[in-house]
């Protein structure tokens, strides 16, 4: 009955007991078997207990298997996950301190022994003076009044024009003083020729010049001058060498007649080019540092407004004075005085630096003192110079030699006290240059009065060849190419008593123009800018994107790592219930061998109430 029950209850085969001896007492005991459809509960609960404890062992023991196995990957995740914050935090701070930023403020800090400095001080750059003479053709057939004036251009004659900045004195305002020296190298590979061999036939700029100058004198004064003019046979043309009608003219009117009208003229000699280069000594204040109200773009930061606003780079005075006295600008402190934008230079810069992380629409003008006003710039376009260095593009105002009519910045340029107003496209250049009648245009008439070109012959204007070109680094302010053009000329206006000069009456005559022109920079300074402003940045840009993203990468895969992990242990830790009779690691001989003990116990139990039953049944039937 027992192995009955055994089996029936877990389905077990019990071999592995001494079965023979046991059924042997039960039959001697009891030949009545009895059949019981289940086991005892304590069997049951044995066995379950039994299964419990070994499965919560075999869990714990796969978790610890999976922690051991796992400790590695869990490190490899720990680590990945420090990196990739590390690279999300570098990545910030490159971006949050921009390196490229400060560095470039560091080489833009203007202070003795800068880089910005050095550059002002002497610049390193190539500026070439490239000289175009007009020659004459039909000398004979114009005095003569058969033929309008003909002329033939002659050029270039280059020079290097090297600058440098002395007797530098930094002010407490924020200010420096300074003199600039010019000196000019005649380069002889640019030019079409040696300008002490080459000749041209010129006018003779002291008679014409002289003889114009006098126009509003009396009679008196012009007849007398007329007289010395058929003494010494002065010709209203010179066979001259170039070089000898740039730098000086040794002609024997000019001094004579500075001894005998010395109000008039106070120069012994005279050359269409030492008084571009004569720069004397003239003290300069410029501006180091700005205001943030010089950013504005209003027509008040422009030369003539700006004595409220301070600009970098900027000059704030020329020998003092924060105008030009030459053009009427009296004393500031004085209600009386003649101040006006185009006598004002306050505000304007030389050209040679120009204020930092300039606009669009900011204003600029330039001053050069063989210029004897400013020129004002006007934005054309943005865009990379041949080096491929970011830049800004400027020319020349439109209106910038309009009459006072269009333009009232050129107010001041016209004195009808002294001399007629000029037509369009001329301005006074009278005060700079030894007061002779003069004017300054753009080379062949380049937008100018049509009537202009009309009296003379051999002018072509060209927009390419005649017009003013300038790139600036908007960034650092340097001017990077440029192509400023000018042209002089001598004005004649009606002579009196002098018949060499009548034919040139009314007449407005090109002498020369120049190029003052800037190629590039020299290379280590093309690359520093390059470095600095076109290939720093984008490698700064994409170290900040690569570190950003790999650290969020890294971040992100050592996540997913931790959760995968931590899902797969606990899936190995809960391993799933099965029979004892398949499972392979609970064996029938393991389970007997585990339960024997209390088998035998349990058997031996039940024969003995088996037996004592029976004897009783025994006992009964025999009574």
Not at 149 to 164: D, I, K, S, T
Not at 464 to 485: E, K, S, Y
Not at 528 to 537: F, T
Request: net charge positive.
């Amino acid at each position: 009955m027992v192995l009955k029950n055994l089996g029936s209850a877990e389905s077990m085969t019990v071999g592995c007991l001494d079965w023979d001896r046991l059924a042997d007492r039960h039959a001697r005991v009891s030949r009545a078997s009895r059949t019981s459809t289940t086991s005892p509960p304590c069997w049951q609960e044995r066995v379950q207990d039994y299964h419990h404890y070994h499965r919560d062992a075999e869990r714990s023991a796969a978790r610890a298997e999976n922690l051991r196995r796992n400790l590695p990957s869990f490190r490899v995740l720990r680590l990945l996950g420090t990196i990739g914050v590390a690279l999300l935090a570098l990545s910030y701070a490159v971006y949050l301190t921009n390196p490229i930023e400060i560095v470039i403020n560091m080489k833009l800090s203007f202070m003795n022994g800068s880089f910005l400095f050095g550059l002002w001080r002497k610049p390193p750059v190539h500026i070439y003076v490239q000289v175009y003479l007009f020659n004459v053709t039909n000398p004979r057939e114009f005095l003569k009044g058969q033929e309008k004036l003909r002329l033939e251009e002659v050029g270039p004659f280059v020079y290097r024009e090297e600058l440098e900045n002395s007797d530098v004195t930094f002010n407490d305002n924020d200010t420096i003083s300074y003199t600039t020296r010019r000196n000019v190298i005649y380069v002889p590979e640019k030019s079409v020729g040696d300008p002490r061999e080459v000749t041209v036939l010129a006018p003779n700029i002291g008679l014409l010049g002289l003889a114009s100058s006098l126009h509003n004198s009396s009679i008196f004064t012009n007849l007398a001058f007329a007289t010395l003019v058929t003494y010494l046979d002065a010709q209203p043309f010179l066979r001259i060498t170039v070089h000898d009608y740039m730098w000086g003219i040794d002609e024997p009117l000019v001094p004579l007649a500075s001894k005998l009208f010395p109000k008039w003229i106070s120069f012994p000699r005279l050359g269409i080019l030492d008084r571009m280069f004569d720069e004397g000594h003239n003290v300069v204040t410029m501006n180091v540092n700005g205001d943030e109200r010089a950013d504005r773009p209003a027509a008040d930061l422009q030369p003539g407004n700006a004595s409220s606003v301070r600009r970098a780079f900027a000059i704030d005075s020329w020998n003092g004075s924060p105008g030009l006295r030459h053009w009427g600008f009296g004393k500031e402190d004085d209600p009386h005085s003649a101040s006006s934008r185009c006598n004002t230079i306050r505000g304007a810069t030389e050209g040679i630096l120009f204020p930092p992380n300039m606009r669009h629409d900011m204003r600029f003008a330039v001053y050069r003192k063989a210029f004897c006003r400013t020129l004002p710039l006007q934005f054309v376009r943005e865009g990379p110079t041949p080096d491929q260095v970011p830049a800004y593009w400027y020319t020349l105002r439109d209106d910038i030699f309009e009459t006072a009519d269009v333009n009232p910045d050129n107010d001041c340029y016209c004195r009808p006290r002294v001399a007629p107003c000029l037509p369009r496209g001329l301005s006074d250049l009278t005060p700079c240059y030894y007061d002779i009648p003069a004017a300054v245009s753009l080379p062949h008439f380049y937008k100018a009065d049509e009537s202009l070109l009309t009296k003379i012959d051999g002018l072509r204007p060209n927009r390419t060849l005649h017009g003013t070109t300038l790139a600036i680094q908007p960034r650092v302010g340097v001017p990077l190419i440029a192509n400023i053009r000018v042209q002089t000329n001598l004005v004649v206006h009606k002579t009196k008593g002098n018949p060499r000069v009548k034919p040139f009456n009314n007449l407005t005559v090109p002498i020369f123009w120049v190029d003052l022109t800037v190629l590039g920079l020299p290379d280590n300074i093309t690359a520093l800018l390059d470095l600095m402003l076109v290939v720093g940045p984008v490698i700064q840009t994409t170290a900040i994107v690569l570190l950003g993203s790999s650290g969020a990468l890294l971040l992100l895969a050592a996540c997913a790592g931790v959760c995968c992990s931590a899902g797969m242990l606990h899936a190995s830790s809960s391993p799933r219930a099965v029979p004892l009779q398949s499972a392979y690691k609970y064996s029938q001989v393991k389970i007997i061998n585990a339960v024997k003990p209390r088998a035998e116990q349990l058997v031996s139990l039940s024969i003995g109430r088996d037996r004592d039953s029976d004897l009783s049944d025994f006992g009964k039937g025999r009574s």
